[in-house]
């Protein structure tokens, strides 16, 4: 698959609620880097590891994947979906 055609993309992105595409998952993470949850929501798609190892600096590689444990970032997605319904309703994030 092209680079053209994997930033064209689309997916329902489970932090915005909306489609959004994959050009977008690239720039939406802290400092407008790659967002945390890239791999786990693009593994289905397409090869999304090897498309970020061969387009990424070896080193942003590296910490990418040292932060992809899985089971870390479901727990900090379910806490992420917590605090939004939280604010949602006007509570205090605890
Ligand atoms: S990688 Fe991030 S921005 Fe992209 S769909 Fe997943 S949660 Fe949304």
Redesign the pocket.
């Known amino acids: 698959m092209s680079k053209q055609k994997i930033d064209s993309l689309k ?1 329902q ?4 609620g909306s489609p ?1 595409p994959f050009n ?2 690239v720039m ?1 993470g802290e400092d407008d880097g790659i ?1 945390w ?2 791999l ?3 593994w289905e798609t397409f090869d999304v590891e090897e498309y970020l190892k061969a387009n990424m600096p070896e080193d942003a590689f590296r910490q990418l994947m040292a932060t992809a444990d899985k089971p870390k970032n479901k727990i900090a997605s379910i806490l992420e979906i917590v605090e939004k319904a939280k604010k949602a309703k006007g509570e205090e994030p605890r």
Not at 13 to 16: A, V
């Open positions: 997916r992105c489970p932090r915005l959004i977008y998952c939406s967002c949850k890239i786990d929501c693009w």
